[in-house]
């Protein structure tokens, strides 16, 4: 191996609360990657439970808090654990993790005194239990700088994907982010909406599944014109970036308001929720970055293939046919492992002392180094 390059674990587990994704990656002396190997792992169904019985206001929560956070330090261990033993390393072998932790409140919208955000992570017992350094809490630092402390994959999308193009990267998570990349002009990013989160939660609350697999039961519905044109009316949609949202906006409750007392057929309002994704992320490119020729679709929702057809339809109408959509598969990149690839750059970013927020994305006051630092 070149000794310029190191090698990193990210871990992600993000909005949709399906898990954890972990990344073994090699970093070179200017950030660039090579992904060697990954685990993907499901949360038990017990740690599923206390991260989103955490996700809003209850009774007893710190003490709840920071049970979650040890049990999710012990899954993360475990699957770190099975990147090591796969990929036959020792914990030496392993410059540092960047572990994002998981979201259980972000409140970046509020004064910039009283805002915050918490990604729960007992950090130090996941350096204790791996014997490896350990990168957490990498969004406190922007937002007190003034920042959303989201979105922060930006940077690391322009060092992944960055071309000669007009190039744009939709992460349809949980929640949908873009990154837009063109060839003359800043980076620039932000939240644009919901990207899977509704449609988990709307399947979940009627049939018990965890999500639509493909997009079936959305494909037997029809959109609800006046649903979706009520949904699209959200303040959200329409505010000026920088800005970030998560499940503190959008939730099952959010959604059954929306629908209020209308009797519409669950499969529509399933099918109303995709074309929700579609349009609010199509509408947002199109008004900050007309001139985008290819969007990179990565994250779970590439998955997806009815939410795919639904994207490149309306985007010919809307980009009349001039905007090519693939998803990262084709630069060689699992959509599902993108994210947890940043946070192996991220915590490189951090080795290295480079900032990697982007303060036109964030809106931070200007560059800062990025998370703190459990040694081994
Ligand atoms: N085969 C599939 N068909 C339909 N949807 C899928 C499929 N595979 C994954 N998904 C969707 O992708 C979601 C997981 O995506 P991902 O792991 O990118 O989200 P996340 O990282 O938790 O969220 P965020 O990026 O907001 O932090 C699932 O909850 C599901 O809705
Ligand atoms: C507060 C928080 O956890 N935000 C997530 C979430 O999931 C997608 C979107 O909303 C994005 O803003 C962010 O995650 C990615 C990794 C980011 O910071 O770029």
């Not at 959200?234 to 099952?252: M, V």
């Amino acid at each position: 191996m070149n000794k310029l390059r190191s090698l990193y674990i990210g871990l992600m587990s993000g909005t949709s609360l399906d898990g954890i994704d972990a990344v073994l990656a090699e970093l070179g002396s200017d950030g660039e990657t090579n992904l060697i190997r990954s685990v993907s792992a499901p949360f038990t169904p017990e740690l599923r439970k206390a991260l989103f019985e955490l996700q809003s206001p209850g009774p007893n929560e710190i003490h709840r808090e920071n049970q979650a956070a040890n049990a999710l330090a012990i899954s993360y261990a475990q699957t770190i654990q099975q990147l090591l033993t796969q990929s036959e390393l020792t914990p030496s072998d392993i410059k540092a993790i960047g572990a994002h932790g998981q979201t259980i409140r972000h409140q970046a919208d509020l004064p910039h005194q009283l805002a915050y955000t918490h990604q729960t992570l007992n950090a130090a017992l996941l350096a204790e239990l791996t014997g490896i350094e350990v990168i957490a809490d990498f969004r406190s630092r922007d937002l007190a700088a003034g920042g959303h402390g989201a979105p922060l994959v930006p940077a690391f999308h322009q060092q992944q994907f960055g071309s000669g193009q007009n190039i744009a990267v939709l992460n349809l998570g949980g929640i949908a982010n873009l990154t837009l990349l063109p060839i003359n002009g800043e980076v620039t990013g932000f939240d644009c909406g919901p990207g899977n989160i509704l449609m988990d939660a709307w399947i979940s609350d009627q049939q018990g599944h965890a999500f639509d697999r493909n997009g079936l039961w959305a494909s037997q519905g029809k959109v609800h014109p006046i649903l979706l044109n009520k949904m699209l009316s959200d303040t959200f949609f329409t505010k000026a970036p920088p800005k970030s949202t998560g499940r503190d906006d959008f939730h099952l409750t959010w959604l059954q308001q929306q629908i209020g007392s209308d009797n519409i057929h669950a499969e529509d309002v399933q099918a109303s929720l995709l074309h929700l994704t579609v349009h609010s992320a199509l509408q947002a490119l199109k008004c900050y970055a007309p001139q985008t020729q290819k969007l990179i679709i990565c994250g779970g929702g590439a998955r997806n293939g009815m939410l795919l057809e639904a994207f490149k339809t309306y985007s010919a109408a809307l980009f009349n046919n001039n905007l090519k959509i693939v998803t990262s598969d084709v630069l060689g990149v699992d959509p599902q492992l993108v994210e947890a690839l940043a946070f192996a750059w991220l915590a490189w970013a951090h080795k290295e002392k480079r900032p990697a927020n982007l303060p036109a994305v964030t809106g931070a006051k200007g560059p800062r180094i990025l998370g703190a630092c459990y040694p081994a």
